[in-house]
């Protein structure tokens, strides 16, 4: 195991390159097809890994708004799996724009507009509309700091 302080594994381009070793020359399982930026934004990658999963629910609780992970970068505390309290309801993974249900100014998860699919921790994958997912601490619809980190759930 690296022990690499990962600060922005929630980007697509931060944990992909975890991921190369397994996916060889199958990457594109990481680009959605209906998705018209990953190419020249994301890097060929259309999703981003949940911050609730190598952050601990302290740093998480103190990322309040969009720019805190940018601005005050702090070093990855894996989460151990057992600490999810909600399989079913916390996600894993999400796609970064709304693909499949397009919106004027889609910002992700950080827009409670549009709809994007989820991966969960149980491995059930399901397409959902950001007005279903719960606040976060950034009050958004944003996996990434969900209220409570791994233990927290995404959806009621």
Not at 94 to 105: A, F, K, M, P, Y
Request: glycine residues 10%.
């Amino acid at each position: 195991m690296t022990t690499t302080p990962y600060y922005w594994l929630w980007m697509g381009r931060g944990w992909r390159g975890l991921l190369e070793t397994y996916l060889g020359r199958e990457r594109q399982v990481l680009h959605c097809p209906s998705d018209l930026k990953a190419t020249e934004v994301w890097e060929f990658t259309s999703y981003g890994y949940s911050l609730a999963f190598y952050h601990s629910p302290e740093q998480l609780r103190l990322m309040t708004n969009q720019s805190a992970t940018y601005q005050n970068p702090v070093p990855s505390v894996p989460q151990n799996l057992a600490a999810a309290g909600h399989p079913t309801r916390k996600a894993v993974m999400g796609e970064w724009l709304s693909n499949h249900q397009r919106v004027s100014e889609d910002r992700g998860g950080w827009c409670w507009e549009g709809a994007r699919n989820f991966p969960f921790i149980d491995g059930h994958v399901q397409f959902i509309s950001a007005k279903d997912i719960l606040p976060a601490y950034d009050g958004f619809p944003d996996i990434n700091v969900t209220v409570g980190g791994i233990s927290g759930r995404d959806l009621d």
